[in-house]
T-cell receptor, first 112, second 115 residues
Framework: EAQVTQNPRYLITVTGKKLTVTCSQN?????MSWYRQDPGLGLRQIYY???????DKGDVPEGYKVSRKEKRNFPLILESPSPNQTSLYFC???????????FGPGTRLTVL | AQSVTQLGSHVSVSEGALVLLRCNYS??????LFWYVQYPNQGLQLLLK??????LVKGINGFEAEFKKSETSFHLTKPSAHMSDAAEYFC?????????????FGQGTRLTINP
């Protein structure tokens, strides 16, 4: 089954404790992206990647890091999480030249 | 830069009634427009998209949207609401030369269906 998977689905952590949210897709898509969803703000793009080793900032990159060492994986790293990063995070992917994005199920992060 | 405004953060309709969710966009060049739906505890699913072919676009689950350049609108409609339509709906825009990597979302509209 073609899908985008994220782990973990739910995470509660404390301020300053480094964490990684994994994202993996099995569709051989070149493009991958991370969004955060907050009430009243919709989805905002954090980072995106056009292909392996090619990443760029989205609209709200502060406090986040990403890497794209393999085509299928695009982890989101929070080096020192803060409470304002409490949010619902989505990973998405699409193939080159296709404007439709496929979304993962989301990761709900709470930073205390 | 492109932007999207969804009028109404919450819309409530009765089962069987018309559903109308409003979306206005701002773009200096011809856009691609999308409607996504998010069911509780799930990711986003594409409902329909406008890519410069027909201005009336039909999507899944009986939804459709009409691109009106003069009004810079892309409102989503369904003639008869069903209980299963209760979800959050997002309008999104990207510019044709930018593709998927610069998808900009509206703030979302939560649709409630009353029995």
């Amino acid at each position: 089954e073609a899908q985008v998977t994220q782990n973990p689905r739910y995470l509660i952590t404390v301020t300053g404790k480094k964490l990684t949210v994994t994202c993996s897709q099995n569709m051989n898509h070149e493009y991958m992206s991370w969004y955060r969803q907050d009430p009243g703000l919709g989805l905002r793009q954090i980072y995106y990647s056009m292909n392996v080793e090619v990443t760029d900032k989205g609209d709200v990159p502060e406090g986040y890091k990403v890497s794209r060492k393999e085509k299928r994986n695009f982890p989101l790293i929070l080096e020192s999480p803060s409470p304002n990063q409490t949010s619902l995070y989505f990973c998405a992917s699409s193939s080159q030249g296709n404007i439709e994005q496929f979304f993962g199920p989301g990761t709900r992060l709470t930073v205390l | 830069a492109q932007s999207v405004t969804q009028l109404g953060s919450h819309v409530s309709v009765s089962e069987g009634a018309l559903v109308l969710l409003r979306c206005n966009y701002s773009s200096s060049v011809p856009p691609y427009l999308f409607w996504y739906v998010q069911y509780p505890n799930q990711g986003l699913q594409l409902l329909l998209k406008y890519t410069s072919a027909a201005t009336l676009v039909k999507g899944i689950n009986g939804f459709e949207a009409e691109f009106k350049k003069s009004e810079t609108s892309f409102h989503l409609t369904k003639p008869s609401a069903h209980m299963s339509d209760a979800a959050e709906y997002f309008c999104a825009v990207t510019l044709r030369f930018q593709g998927a990597q610069k998808l900009v979302f509206g703030q979302g509209t939560r649709l409630t269906i009353n029995p």
